[in-house]
């Protein structure tokens, strides 16, 4: 008869998000996953081919996790504000998950920020609907949002600078109204400068 698994996929996965939100991906190995499940490495190595397809998988994971997150946050309108200000929010209440998820791993970060794009244009297109625009067009409104709100949450991450969520909504409002009037008449960029000018 076959020696029955104590150790499950999902055990795995919740162990590996728990070392990256400790500790990064600097201490992911198997020995420091097994050492969080008080268990050997076996177990990893029978779940998964190798480390990179453990990696890949919580990277799936957590795109799913973290846009349902986002989603549910931006339920209601204004959309694309709430999703703003959800996403700087995890980084300030998860700064080293935030960190491992999105700056310290380039093909996993890339995944994240792909799950991100796509709860964007949902919400753009529910927030404008009836506006038609090119895909082009799209991906060009995400990006700047994206780097936008990527500044805030990586400062608040790393606690060079915090705002409240009031302070995030008044700001988000602003570069929003401020990508609309770019758009329009080409006009610079609200940057955060500008919203503290008199």
Excluded at 82 to 107: D, T
Excluded at 120 to 144: P, T, V
């Amino acid at each position: 008869m076959a020696r029955k698994k104590t150790i499950t996929r999902d055990q795995i996965l919740v162990a590996a998000h728990q070392v990256i939100s400790d500790r990064g991906f600097s201490h992911f190995t198997a020995r420091n996953i097994a050492t969080q499940m008080n268990c050997s490495t076996q177990p990893i190595y029978l779940e998964f081919k190798n480390m990179d397809d453990l990696k890949e998988a919580l990277f799936h994971l957590m795109a799913e996790k973290t846009s349902e997150t986002f989603l549910e946050a931006a339920k209601e309108a204004p959309y694309l504000i709430k999703l703003g200000v959800a996403f700087v929010s995890f980084a300030r209440e998860n700064r080293q998950l935030y960190q491992s998820l999105y700056l310290e791993e380039e093909l996993g970060a890339k995944a994240m920020q792909q799950a991100f794009q796509e709860c964007f244009n949902g919400l753009l297109i529910k927030e404008e609907a009836g506006i038609e625009r090119s895909d082009e067009e799209m991906k060009e409104q995400f990006m700047m949002f994206w780097i936008y709100i990527s500044g805030l949450a990586s400062m608040e991450s790393e606690k060079i600078l915090t705002y409240s969520n009031e302070e995030l909504e008044t700001m988000l409002t602003a570069f929003l109204l401020s990508m609309k009037k770019e758009k329009s008449e080409m006009q610079p960029l609200f940057t955060l400068g500008n919203l503290f000018r008199n």
